[in-house]
């Protein structure tokens, strides 16, 4: 494929500019048309309690159904999304999700089942939830999962839990959790919010865990370390058994973040390296649609002896029939209504049974695969501050660009004038201006070619014409906001 810019996507084309309801309606248009009735016209102020009616609405639009119809679908089309477009934002794993997992998920047996249905009634839903037990069980070299958690975030605060009630059970209060200062940051928050203090482990100059810190801070207080495995500049904790060890030794036990296990499925089993508790991401790795707030599932793996402290109900196989066991008295609870996002967990399942053992592992190896190709095309152009091996997605940042006084922002803008959705900047925090891509296994060879050439020709622009970058972007059609205050002081009404 040419690569110039009739060839970029999204810069061409029809791209429409919207007006408001208000700015397009045109009073006396209606958007639909009824034949007459014999029923006579009656005022719903005569039918109604005074209270339920309501009084004039000044400037409401008054629109056809096709200007309605344009008008949302347009703005759909403003959306960036992953069925559109490249999205290489690092630590997100924003892969393509496959619509057969959205047929399954809309499947009437399963979207229409209630929750309140009862067990012998829900032997299908229940049957899948605990089939997928297995399948993340057997991924993650874990011993039991439980699905309830409804986001990665919120299986941290669940594991964290669990082994604050494991290590509570022993009659040992601990004050303490170990992490990285690579750590995504809610890690702290959720040790926090389990009433943890968190201490910073330093990175070493390879960007892994300091061993000889690690060693230093690791004591008898200490709960346990949250890790993840590979970190977030997509490294590989190669000292992993000797972590685990350190931490066991001394009556800690090992949480690792999984959000990055799309670097490891069918290769390497979590479980096998020592640690106690594992969170999934199935909107990440097992492919549900996410990024725009939508629900997503943050399963919790854990090893036999912490089995009893899981969420109730546990999803259990009793000789053949599919139960929800309530009777864990150790449980720390429920931690969602009903049995965490559902059709998540079908996304999930149908994923995992498309792509079968080998098909799991080969979309890891074509994850890490791809983010190397563009670590190695762009090692040149971008500077690399840890140059070391790394897995599914790369760290640059603007070390070279800012010889040019061009920052990192300003790559970032510049990239959604070639069509492209920047990827994650400014993490993780023990990254100067860091620029974090991960292509994910779902790219073709011609797209990664194109969002490298879009790289390299923003390089050039930074050495030959710096001064264009402040602009950028200037093909959308809203430039640079400013981005605190259009948080704080949004503009949500309609003002005449
Ligand atoms: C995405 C992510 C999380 C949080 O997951 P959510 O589902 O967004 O709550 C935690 N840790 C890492 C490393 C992540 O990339």
């Not at 259990?316 to 720390?332: L, Q």
Request: with cysteine; proline share 8%.
């Amino acid at each position: 494929m040419a690569q110039n810019s009739a060839h970029r996507p999204g810069v061409k084309g029809l791209i429409f500019d919207e007006p408001t309801l208000f700015d397009l309606g045109s009073s006396g248009r209606k958007a639909y048309s009824l034949p007459s009735t014999p029923i006579p016209d009656a005022d719903p102020e005569t039918l109604l309690p005074a209270d339920e009616v309501r009084g004039p609405v000044e400037h409401l639009p008054e629109l056809t159904e096709l200007d309605v119809v344009r008008h949302f679908t347009r703005l759909s089309q403003w959306n960036f999304s992953i069925d559109g477009n490249f999205y290489p934002l690092g630590s997100c794993t924003m892969k393509y999700n496959p619509k057969l997992n959205e047929d399954m998920a809309r499947l009437p047996g399963l979207s229409q089942h209630h929750p309140y249905a009862p067990e012998a009634l829900s032997q299908g839903s229940l049957q899948l939830m605990f089939e997928l037990q297995e399948y993340l069980k057997e991924i993650s070299g874990m011993d039991a999962v439980s699905l309830q958690p409804a986001a990665g975030a919120h299986g941290e605060m669940t594991g964290m839990l669990v082994i604050k009630a494991c290590l509570e059970s022993r009659g040992e209060k601990r004050s303490k959790v170990l992490m990285p200062d690579s750590a995504h940051g809610t890690n702290p928050a959720s040790s926090a919010l389990c009433g943890y203090d968190t201490v910073q482990i330093p990175s070493d100059a390879e960007g892994l865990i300091d061993m000889a810190k690690l060693k230093a801070l690791m004591d008898e207080d200490t709960a346990a370390i949250m890790l993840t495995n590979p970190n977030t500049l997509g490294m590989f904790e190669k000292n992993i058994l000797e972590i685990t060890e350190i931490v066991h030794s001394k009556g800690g036990l090992v949480y690792c973040d999984g959000a990055n296990l799309n670097a490891l499925t069918g290769v390497c089993k979590v479980g096998d390296t020592g640690v106690d508790v594992l969170h999934f991401n199935l909107h990440k790795t097992f492919s549900t649609p996410h990024g725009g707030g939508g629900p997503g599932a943050g399963p919790v793996g854990v090893k036999d002896f912490l089995k009893p402290f899981l969420p109730v109900p546990h999803i259990e196989n009793k000789k053949g029939t599919y139960i929800c066991n309530y009777d864990h008295p150790k449980s720390i609870g429920k931690v969602r209504t009903f049995y965490g996002n559902f059709g998540v967990l079908v996304r999930a399942y149908t994923y995992i049974r498309t792509l079968g053992p080998d098909g799991i592992r080969e979309a890891c190896e074509s994850a890490v695969l791809n983010a190397n190709y563009i670590k190695a095309r762009l090692k040149d152009d971008y500077h690399l501050p840890f140059p070391g091996p790394s897995l599914h997605e790369c760290v640059f940042n603007d070390k070279e660009q800012l010889k040019h006084n061009v920052k990192t922002l300003d790559i970032a803008k510049m990239l959604i004038d070639h069509g492209f959705h920047p990827p994650t900047v400014y993490f993780p925090l023990i990254v100067k201006g860091a620029l974090m891509v991960e292509p994910t296994e779902s790219e073709s060879k011609e797209t990664l070619d194109q969002f490298i050439h879009a790289m390299k020709t923003i390089a050039k622009e930074a050495e030959q014409n710096p001064k264009s970058f402040p602009d950028a972007p200037i093909l959308t059609k809203v430039s640079r906001p400013d981005e605190a205050r259009a948080a704080r002081q949004p503009v949500l009404r309609w003002k005449k």
